[in-house]
């Protein structure tokens, strides 16, 4: 366990991002509120229970899986929200002066809740970056050479690994309960080998060259190398970019050289973009996958999740 080098010690102070600067008196202020109790009062937790805070709501499923009772979780981007473009508000900040834990996934996926937060002596709420140097992962490209892909937690066995840190950065803050965090995390690790091990024949059953698809964002390469897609290409070359007609082009002849099936996007995004794809092509469009949120039911867990996309892209491509 290397819990070490995922949790960082930042200190519970504000820094201003552009939206926050117009309101820094406001959010300081309620930062000194909410840390000495005088705040607005939440439906605050139970007495004994860890108050953790996640960028995402796939992070948080993680987390409630592996604290069970003893933690209350938020996330800071709602289900449905998408969390390259996620702006934190005054009442965010709030959210983030509360938490005994902030867990975030890093490599340029949520590093605006690290910008929310700067160096104040105040505070040692420990910060538990889930991809950041962790053991055993094979790291893919990002955007551009100088960076790696976030979407770790899309290759189960991956996430498994995540589950390992959450538990040791629950052990950490509240020893109390490290035997509960342990067990608890055992038994949801055994679930997550048990999915990994139920999906990985489905992709299996298509033909390989009915594999190609073309995603949306860039959240799947993990996911495709471990169960066997070929992306090849995205509609876009990050969230809240619009691509150029140039890339729309090249993209439109790789769809046709390539004999992809169909087009998946994620419930968050806007689907012009891929209907005008398929178009184009002739290609179906599939634009309800999920990768960085959950949904609504039956999409409520990270499990659902991934049972859904893998469901949902062999139903498509057969
Ligand atoms: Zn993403």
């Not at 691509?243 to 769809?255: C, E, F, H, M, N």
């Amino acid at each position: 366990m290397t819990l070490a080098r995922g949790l960082a010690r930042p200190h519970v102070r504000l820094s201003l991002t552009h939206r926050l600067a117009r309101s820094a008196a406001a959010a300081v202020i309620l930062l000194g509120a909410a840390a000495s109790g005088c705040g607005p009062a939440p439906s605050g937790p139970a007495a004994g229970t860890i108050t953790v805070v996640t960028t995402t709501t796939v992070f948080a499923d993680m987390v409630a899986n592996v604290g069970g009772d003893f933690v209350r979780v938020t996330s800071l981007v709602p289900k449905n929200g998408d969390v390259h473009t996620f702006e934190p508000r005054p009442a965010d900040v709030r959210t983030i002066a509360g938490a005994r834990l902030l867990v975030m996934n890093g490599l340029g996926l949520d590093d605006w809740l690290e910008r929310t937060i700067t160096n104040a002596a105040a505070s040692g709420t420990p910060l538990l970056r889930l991809g950041v140097d962790l053991p055993g992962v094979e790291l893919l490209p990002g955007e551009d050479a100088a960076t790696q892909n976030p979407h770790l937690w899309l290759d189960v066995s991956y996430a498994e690994r995540y589950v390992d840190r959450i538990a040791a950065a629950l052990k950490a803050v509240d020893p109390a309960h490290a035997a509960d965090y342990e067990r608890q995390a055992a038994a949801y690790d055994a679930r997550l080998q048990a999915l990994d091990a139920a999906i990985r024949p489905k992709p299996a059953t298509i033909p390989e060259a009915d594999r190609r698809v073309v995603m949306f964002h860039d959240a799947f390469p993990y996911f495709a190398r471990a169960y066997g897609i070929t992306i090849v290409g995205v509609a876009v070359e990050a969230p809240g970019q619009a691509p150029s007609a140039g890339y729309t082009a090249d993209l439109i002849r790789v769809i046709r050289a390539a004999g992809v099936k169909a087009i998946f996007s994620e419930s968050q995004f806007p689907t012009k973009l891929v209907d005008q794809l398929a178009g184009e092509t002739g290609t179906i469009v599939v634009a309800d996958l999920f990768s960085d949120t959950l949904g609504d039911p039956p999409v409520t867990s990270y499990e659902a999740l991934i049972t859904w996309d893998v469901d949902h892209l062999v139903a498509a491509l057969r």
